[in-house]
Structures are given as C-alpha cells and as structure tokens.
C-alpha cells in the first residue's frame, strides 16, 4: 500500500507538467505559508532565474527576489515606470498581489513579448498561479489597431480629395465615393452606394460607363478617357477620367478618378461630343520633386543673356536656340516658350541653315539668336546677319554663382518671376557644414520642443499622437544618426531616444549629443525609451549621459508627466 501511494503521489505532478507542456503553460503552486509545492518546467522559458529554485519548499519571497534580479518588473503602473524601484519595495507589492482571490494582468516583458499572469487563491489558502505567453496575440491587437488607424486615414484623405473619386466592386456596384464626387449629381452617399451606374445615369451614358469598366475589369489594363459632365445646378465639369483596377482575383475593384480640367479648357462640344481642347493660353512649364541647383542656375544665366538682349520683354519674340539638344531642349526652350516666346531649336549647322532658309521665304523675321559657343559652326552663325547672342556655356563665371544663389519669387499668378537679391547668412538657415562646434551659438534656442528618436512606424506614430495631442512640436529621427544631425540642427528641449535604432543605437547617439554639448555649453534633457527596464540597460543609459527612462509601450500621463518635469518645469512654458 505505502509503495503504490508513493507512485500515486509522484504520477501526479507529473501529468500536471505533461499538462502545462501541451497548453504552453508555466505554473506555480504554493501552500498556506507561501512555500513553493510544485513548478512546471515551462517557467523557465518565462522568467530568467536559477532552475535550483524550482523545487518544493523555496519562499515565495526567494522567487520574487530572484526575478527581481533578473531585471524583470512586471506590475508596476505607468506612471512608476520612469523611476527606480525599490527591491523590497517591489517583492511587498507582488506578495500582496498573490494573497488577492483572484488577479490578473498582461506584461511586456521584452520588445515583442507579452506574458499573461493569473492566480487564483483556493479555500484551503493553497495558490495556483499561470504563465501564457500571448504574445501573438498582442501583435494581432496592435496589427489591428494600426490597419484600423491606416484605414481611418486613408479614408479621410480620399474623403477630402479635390478630385472625384469612386470605387466599384466586381459587380459595378459602387462601394465608394468620395465627397468631390457626391457634389457632381447632388447627391448623398446613401443614395449612390449600392447601386449601378443604371440607378444614376441615361441609357446611353450607362451603357458607355459599363463598357468601359468591363474592359478594365476584365483586361486590368488602365484606361483614359475625356469626358463633359453636367453637373446638378447645370454648370459643365470637363474631366480626364482615368479608370484603374484593384485587388485580388475574384475580389477585383474598379477604381475611377476624375481630373477636373474645367478651367484649362476651351469648351469644343456638347453633351453629345464631349472632346474638348487646351486654351490657346494655357502653358505647362516643367517641374520635378527635386530640384537640381546647378541646372536651375544655368536657366537663369540664360534668360539674363534674353531679358538683356530683349528688354526683359520677351513675350511675342521669336527666339531660335543654337545648342547642342540636351542643353537647348533641357534648360532653355521650355522656359523660353513658359514667359510668351516662339521658340525652338536647331541642333546642328544644316539645321541652322535650313531654318533661316524657310523663315525668310515665309517672312517670319527671327527677333534673336541664341548661340551656345562650344556649338560646332559658331563662327558662321555668329555673322549670318542675324541678332545673335552668345552663351559662354562651356565657362562658369561670375554671373553664373551669382544665380546660383538668387531666388526667384512670383508676386502672383500669371505675373512674371523676378529675381531678387538674398542675404548670404538667409542661404544657410536650414543647414550647415562644420568641423569644429566654434561657430554654433551656445545660446541658440530650439525651434521645437520635442525630439522623438524612434524607428518603429507603429510607435512614431503614437509618439506623434499623443504629442499633437498636448500641443507640443515635435520631430521624428528614424535612426541614432539621424537623431544627432535633427538635435544639432533644431536644439530641441527635450529629447525622447529609443535605444535601439538602426545605424546607431540611442546609447552612442546621446553619448554623441553629449561630448558635443560640452563644446557648446548646452545641455538637452535625454530620456530612455525602451522595451523593457533592465538593470543593466539602464546603467548604461545614465553612462551615456541620459537623464531618465520610461518603458514601451507610452502612454499619453506617461509623456505628459516627462514633459513637464524636464520641459515645463525647466522653461515655465505651458503647451497651448
């Protein structure tokens, strides 16, 4: 009977591993007196500690104290995460918390690690408490959240589009509309979705507006065609609708985007032709997302070499261009022809000669000449009889550094630019070269209150949330170097600096900002962010020269209460 108790009493613990090992499951159970009865293998892929604590009869107050340790400090509230705690402090709050009947709680304990803690205290005094790693599923949450917050926004954006905008699903019901589109018919949204261009529109129109979005429905090819739209109050809406298709097979959407052209229109139809023609006044002058600085210098030094020739009036003139074609083409002819020239070019010494041929028999007078002297032929061109003006191309000179950093302003729309004079520090004043700190001012005031160096786009965005939300202006740096060019640049008063970034950790970053400070004799406020608050990481944040820490995730009291210990506190400003 005693050998087949003993066997009984061992088979126990054991099915209640093999339990925990098939839920994924850590668990611990204590007696009466807070001794440990039994503790699953699974707790060690939870918490860091010594395995040799694992066995019956180990305090509870020698766990704590082990896991405290270890660096972990689960269950401490948002506003006490910034701070130190206190060992014995800690341990007498998570006791209290395992003698409640019942208690639960989520913890991050690492940077993509969420653990759910319960206990539940029994009638006999006896504790059980549980580890779940939930981590997949707090991603999902925050997945969730932010496929939400980019649903939301991508939303408004289209709601607040200037041009209409629908979407229709496979069956050409509209699914969408945009608000620019709901004012063409007068219509509110309830009265459009749902239905087919049939509900809305003429016979003939439907017909039309469903042929083509079957064919790109069908074929996936975008599509463009103009289009005379009568709007509600009778007005016409001349627009280039370009058709698109979205999505995935058997989920396909036809997306419908209207360009509204009414007012560089010349009206050539009617509602039965709707084809319509550009103004005879309308001119498209060239643009591109980034600008290149030297090319724009040579426009001007160009068109100096015209408005001196011309009187600074070139409207009407008949201007031919002797270039090489990049150069011509590139840099003069559009310009030439944006301020109310003719003009055009010819590339090569024939070209020259057969031009001024056929505009002498048609008695088209050319006004001026415009001769690139590194053209091939020059000499003859330059005494054909003809105003020529010569264009050193091949040398930069004086003039050419001196556009080089004018800055041409438009008073108003249509008027012609000018160029006026800039004062040479204005050139400087959104950057700088250095290499030494002996010409930046100690004394220099930020231009913003706050700078957040974070890489994950999850958290800038939350940190930019919760900061607009407070009325305090602020910048992101996606990475350490990053956060040291934007802390030199805008001297902000407080910066948030995540320790780990691509490039350069927040460690060296604030190791960096302070060697740098000691040249410049100020001091910015750098407080820690990080995934979780280890001893050892926080001694090296306070080494690096930072002045506090908080913990992921933040939370708005969280912010608000280091901003007005280090920003509020220091300036006696409050954010509007």
């Given at each position: 009977m005693n050998d087949g108790a003993s066997v009984d009493t061992k088979i126990q613990p054991d099915i209640f591993d093999a339990a925990c090992d098939l839920l994924g499951l850590g668990a611990f159970v204590y007696d009466r007196n807070d001794c440990l009865v039994f503790a699953s293998r699974q707790v060690l892929r939870f918490l860091p500690i010594d395995a040799g604590l694992l066995v019956p009869g180990t305090r509870l107050r020698d766990i704590l104290g082990a896991i405290y340790d270890a660096g972990l400090r689960y269950g401490i509230s948002s506003e006490r995460r910034h701070r130190k705690v206190n060992r014995e402090e800690w341990i007498s709050e998570r006791i209290s918390a395992h003698w409640r009947e019942h208690h639960e709680m989520v913890e991050r304990l690492g940077k993509d690690r969420w653990i759910q803690f319960r206990k539940r205290r029994l009638p006999n005094g006896w504790n059980i408490s549980t580890l779940w790693d939930v981590s997949d599923q707090k991603r999902q949450e925050?997945?969730?959240?932010?496929?939400?917050?980019?649903?939301?926004?991508?939303?408004?954006?289209?709601?607040?589009?200037?041009?209409?905008l629908i979407i229709k699903d496979a069956n050409l019901v509209y699914v969408a509309v945009n608000k620019a589109y709901r004012a063409v018919p007068?219509?509110?949204?309830?009265?459009?979705?749902?239905?087919?261009?049939?509900?809305?529109?003429?016979a003939q129109t439907a017909a039309r507006v469903e042929q083509l979005d079957l064919q790109v429905l069908k074929t996936g090819i975008p599509t463009r065609v103009e289009e005379r739209i009568v709007r509600a109050d009778g007005r016409p809406l001349y627009v280039s609708t370009h058709k698109y298709r979205i999505g995935m097979p058997e989920k396909?959407?036809?997306?419908?985007?209207?360009?509204?052209?009414?007012?560089?229109?010349?009206?050539?139809?009617?509602?039965?032709?709707?084809?319509?023609?550009?103004?005879?006044?309308?001119?498209?002058?060239?643009?591109?997302?980034?600008?290149d600085p030297v090319v724009e210098a040579e426009k001007r030094v160009f068109l100096r070499h015209c408005d001196a020739e011309g009187g600074g009036d070139l409207a009407g003139k008949r201007i031919l261009v002797v270039a090489c074609k990049s150069r011509a083409e590139g840099l003069m002819v559009?310009?030439?022809?944006?301020?109310?020239?003719?003009?055009?070019?010819?590339?090569?010494?024939?070209?020259?000669?057969?031009?001024?041929?056929t505009a002498a028999a048609c008695n088209v007078p050319i006004d001026l000449v415009l001769l690139d002297d590194?053209?091939?032929?020059?000499?003859?061109?330059?005494?054909?009889?003809?105003?020529?003006?010569?264009?050193?191309?091949?040398?930069?000179?004086?003039?050419?550094?001196?556009?080089?950093?004018?800055?041409?302003?438009?008073?108003?729309?249509g008027s012609e630019p000018h160029v006026r004079d800039?004062?040479?520090?204005?050139?400087?004043?959104?950057?700088?070269?250095?290499?030494?700190?002996?010409?930046?001012?100690?004394?220099?005031?930020?231009?913003?209150?706050?700078?957040?160096?974070?890489?994950?786009?999850?958290?800038?965005?939350?940190?930019?949330?919760?900061?607009?939300?407070m009325g305090v202006s602020h910048r992101i740096a996606e990475n350490g170097e990053e956060a040291v060019a934007l802390w030199r640049k805008h001297m902000p008063r407080l910066i948030l600096m995540d320790i780990s970034m691509p490039l350069k950790c927040g460690i060296d970053a604030a190791a960096e900002i302070r060697e740098?400070?000691?040249?410049?004799?100020?001091?910015?406020?750098?407080?820690?962010?990080?995934?979780?608050?280890?001893?050892?990481?926080?001694?090296?944040?306070?080494?690096?020269?930072?002045?506090d820490y908080i913990t992921k995730p933040v939370s708005p009291d969280m912010i608000e209460e280091i901003y007005r210990k280090f920003v509020t506190g220091r300036t006696g400003s409050v954010a509007a």
């Open positions: 925050e997945q969730w959240r932010a496929d939400t917050n980019r649903i939301a926004l991508t939303e408004e954006v289209l709601e607040a589009l200037p041009s209409p007068s219509l509110e949204a309830d009265a459009i979705l749902g239905k087919t261009i049939w509900d809305l529109a003429d396909y959407f036809v997306v419908t985007v209207m360009d509204d052209l009414t007012d560089l229109v010349e009206p050539a139809g009617s509602a039965t032709s709707p084809r319509f023609d550009l103004r005879a006044d309308t001119h498209f002058i060239p643009a591109q997302n980034c600008v559009a310009d030439l022809q944006a301020r109310g020239a003719d003009s055009c070019a010819v590339h090569s010494l024939g070209e020259f000669r057969a031009f001024v041929e590194a053209f091939d032929g020059h000499e003859e061109i330059a005494t054909c009889g003809l105003p020529v003006q010569r264009l050193a191309t091949d040398s930069i000179s004086a003039d050419f550094f001196a556009a080089l950093f004018e800055q041409q302003v438009v008073a108003s729309e800039v004062p040479p520090s204005a050139l400087f004043d959104d950057w700088h070269i250095a290499t030494d700190f002996d010409g930046l001012s100690p004394s220099a005031q930020g231009d913003i209150e706050v700078l957040v160096a974070e890489d994950n786009q999850i958290n800038q965005f939350v940190f930019s949330q919760i900061l607009e939300g740098a400070e000691k040249a410049l004799g100020t001091y910015t406020p750098i407080v820690a962010v990080t995934a979780q608050a280890l001893n050892a990481d926080m001694q090296k944040c306070l080494d690096a020269g930072m002045d």
